[in-house]
């Protein structure tokens, strides 16, 4: 029997200590990521320089490492804030966007699962190819469905000893031994670009406001994430509404409306 994770008390937690969160992050999610932390009540800091990147993770609660828009001088400023954190025992959260891609991307990702990452948030295709199997996504985009990668999540969660959380229409998150699915979002939250990537920073904020749950964390990051997506996607009249509704509805939703709302099933 799965304990329920109380959804609503994360989230005062969250809002009550505001997390300093380290995301290193692509050149197309820094300003959208940055206002989705804002908006839920985190406090983001966009730091990545290899010169700085080491020092400032040792000052934050948790860190967020997203490859989508890699380059030597970054994956550099990665390693040096992984180390950081792991030596000063913060949680860390890995974006393994299009690892699948290039040469240099899948070697990156080697690199950071060497270093043991708390929490991998990726789409489905992502998920999949971490694992080497056959994924059919397509540059950054995933084009394969959540339950297709459960497996691959479970098994990357073994190997590596951490949490996996698989996005799409329903998510799935597994730390290799229990599972849950959340519900919700909208169909809308693909068309915008960057929003798993800004999702990831929140996983981060929750982490770091639960550092020794990683598990229960990154299930109420992407509750918060399900409840508002469903919210602004139900009055949006396209991508371009459901993007500011969705940060106003990131900024008003409350514990209780979190926790009534959240559809979180044991898998
Ligand atoms: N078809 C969908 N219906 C509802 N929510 C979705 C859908 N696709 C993605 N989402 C939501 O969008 C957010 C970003 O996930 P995803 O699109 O999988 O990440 P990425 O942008 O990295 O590919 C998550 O909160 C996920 O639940
Ligand atoms: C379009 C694009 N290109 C490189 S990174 C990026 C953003 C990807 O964002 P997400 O993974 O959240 O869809
Ligand atoms: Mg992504």
Not at 69 to 82: D, I, N
Not at 164 to 186: L, N, P
Not at 192 to 220: E, H, K, Q
Not at 234 to 258: H, K
């Amino acid at each position: 029997m799965q304990d329920q994770v109380n959804l609503g008390a994360l989230l005062d937690a969250m809002r009550g200590n505001p997390p300093l969160v380290q995301c290193i992050t692509n050149f197309v999610a820094m300003n959208i990521a940055a206002n989705v932390m804002l908006a839920a009540g985190a406090s983001p800091a966009m730091v990545h320089a290899e010169e700085e990147a080491g020092e400032f993770a040792a000052i934050s609660g948790a860190l967020t490492v997203n490859i989508g828009t890699l380059s030597p001088g970054w994956l550099a400023g990665m390693l040096a804030a992984v180390r950081s954190a792991n030596h000063a025992g913060k949680p860390w959260v890995l974006d393994p966007v299009a690892h699948y891609a290039t040469a240099f991307r899948r070697k990156a990702v080697a690199q950071l699962l060497e270093l043991r990452p708390t929490i991998i948030r990726g789409n489905a295709s992502e998920i999949i190819a971490l694992t080497g199997g056959n994924s059919g996504g397509q540059g950054v985009d995933s084009r394969d469905p959540v339950d297709m990668a459960e497996d691959s999540a479970r098994q990357l969660a073994s190997r590596h000893g951490c949490v996996v959380a698989v996005t799409g229409a329903t998510d799935f998150v597994t730390d290799g031994h229990k599972a849950q699915r959340v519900e919700g979002g909208s169909p809308l939250m693909p068309r915008i670009t960057a929003l798993g990537c800004s999702l990831t920073c929140l996983v981060g904020a929750f982490a770091a406001t639960a550092p020794g749950n990683p598990f229960d964390a990154t299930v109420a990051a992407l509750a918060v994430f399900a409840v508002a997506g469903e919210q602004a996607g139900a009055a949006a009249d396209g991508p371009g509404s459901f993007s500011w509704r969705f940060l106003d509805v990131l900024a008003t939703l409350d514990a209780e409306t979190l926790t009534a709302k959240a559809r979180v099933v044991v898998a």
